[in-house]
């Protein structure tokens, strides 16, 4: 479960500044008013970890290894991150708008097969590495293959900011529907985060034994 954490924090904080650079470049770029939807709908899972986080903090603190081993997992959740916002930004430039190409020489969609061949592996690799074998040296075995994992995965966070150029130029909020789909995402801003206070506030159920 601790492996599965680390994976799923990673994926989160990648995704959240991906989500950033998106905004900046619809405002600066794009139709403004796709930014503030951008911004709007990252205040959602923004909100709703910091209030799970801060409501029910937790009372294990791990050893100094046990850090290392989940910070170095979380990498790989940075890894799928980048590659997922690759193949979601390429398949709007090549399958929406038709204005882009795949340089894999796979073909699209076959290349994602390319990139999952060493993003499956290793990361299975990377999770014996760090929680199946408890030795110092498959932790730092680790370090290397974490390395060369980020590596892959800067080269589809460029693909993807280049894909996603596209969406900037050809993107756009009509305004008919403007102020409505924005209501509608304050709605959830502020729904979401209230229910999840509120199932955080609730008590646990106790189990109350009666006297014999």
Do not use: C
Not at 72 to 99: C, H, K
Not at 148 to 168: C, D, I, K, R, Y
């Amino acid at each position: 479960m601790g492996a599965l954490k680390s994976l799923a924090q990673g994926f989160l904080v990648a995704t959240g500044l991906v989500w950033i650079f998106n905004i900046v470049a619809l405002i600066r770029g794009g139709d403004a008013w796709l930014g503030l939807t951008y911004l709007l709908i990252l205040l959602i899972p923004a909100s709703s970890i910091a209030i799970l986080k801060l409501g029910r903090p937790s009372n294990e603190v791990p050893d100094g290894a046990q850090k290392w081993r989940s910070l170095l997992f979380a990498f790989q959740g940075v890894a799928l991150a980048f590659w997922s916002f690759d193949l979601i930004t390429t398949f709007y430039a090549i399958d929406v708008t038709g204005l882009a190409i795949e340089l894999n020489p796979l073909g699209w969609p076959l290349g994602i097969l390319g990139a999952f061949a060493f993003y499956g592996p290793t990361l299975v690799f990377s999770y014996v590495l760090l929680f199946k074998l408890k030795e110092n040296i498959s932790m730092y075995a680790a370090i290397p293959l974490t390395m060369l994992t980020l590596g892959m995965s800067s080269q589809n966070l460029l693909a993807g900011a280049q894909n996603f150029q596209v969406f900037v130029d050809t993107a756009a909020l009509a305004s008919s529907i403007r102020f409505g789909l924005i209501a509608v995402i304050v709605a959830f801003d502020l729904a979401v985060p209230l229910v999840l206070r509120h199932m955080v506030a609730q008590p646990k159920p106790q189990l109350k034994l009666k006297p014999t």
